[in-house]
């Protein structure tokens, strides 16, 4: 089965609660919720409160990408504020504190993921493949919302593929749309996350089902 993931990143914020209902009602599977910090990306997007009044407003699984520094820092808040998964950059930190990071929002009974930028190689993921849920490949610089997708990432989801035990998604996000969901799809993927092709479309459900393909 292919997860769509809309990004709230491209959301109409004023409206955040009404704009994630609409989505649930149009097919979205999961919501991404990006957090950045200004120092791991060069842009500062939303944080904890956030993510708290959020799950207040819905039952959706909310997919929490961290793109700061030393996550292992706000492990709990986040879990403790709704989050159903949460994600950690390889690049954030060492391999001792990612894997610290893991064990602990697996022990508050939370599904964890792995991020890996462009440059980052597949093999940066392997001391977590067997500790996580998801492995995440960025087909964009992280950061900003709105960029082109990277078709050179390609065959980095499909040696993550193969890396992975089968149970285990292969997400995608950045540039994700009807044109390039087929292609991450082809390569493995099974979790899409779609920001402005979904966001700023009059129809979000064809738009999902688009990427969907179906």
């Not at 403790?80 to 998964?85: I, R, V």
Request: glycine letters at 8%; a negative charge; charged letters at 25%.
């Amino acid at each position: 089965m292919i997860i769509v993931a809309p990004s709230i990143l491209s959301a109409d914020f004023a409206k955040l609660g009404a704009e994630v209902e609409d989505i649930s009602r149009s097919g979205a599977d999961w919501v991404h919720f990006d957090v950045m910090d200004g120092i791991f990306v060069p842009n500062i997007s939303i944080g904890v409160p956030v993510l708290a009044s959020l799950r207040r407003a819905t039952d959706m699984f909310i997919d929490v990408h961290l793109m700061i520094d030393r996550p292992l820092r706000y492990v709990r808040q986040f879990c403790d504020a709704g989050a159903d998964l949460v994600n950690f950059h390889v690049e954030a930190d060492s391999v001792e504190n990612i894997s610290s990071a893991i064990e602990q929002a697996k022990h508050l009974g939370k599904m964890t993921g792995v991020t890996l930028k462009p440059k980052t190689p597949a093999s940066a993921a392997e001391p977590f493949l067997d500790k996580v849920d998801l492995v995440l490949v960025m087909t964009v610089e992280p950061g900003f919302g709105g960029q082109s997708f990277m078709a050179e990432q390609l065959p980095k989801i499909r040696t993550l593929r193969e890396m992975a035990r089968s149970s285990c998604h292969i997400e995608v996000d950045g540039g994700v749309d009807e044109r390039t969901a087929p292609l991450c799809i082809e390569a493995g993927a099974d979790v899409l996350v779609a920001g402005s092709a979904v966001f700023r479309r009059a129809d979000r459900a064809a738009a999902i089902r688009a990427i969907r393909g179906k």
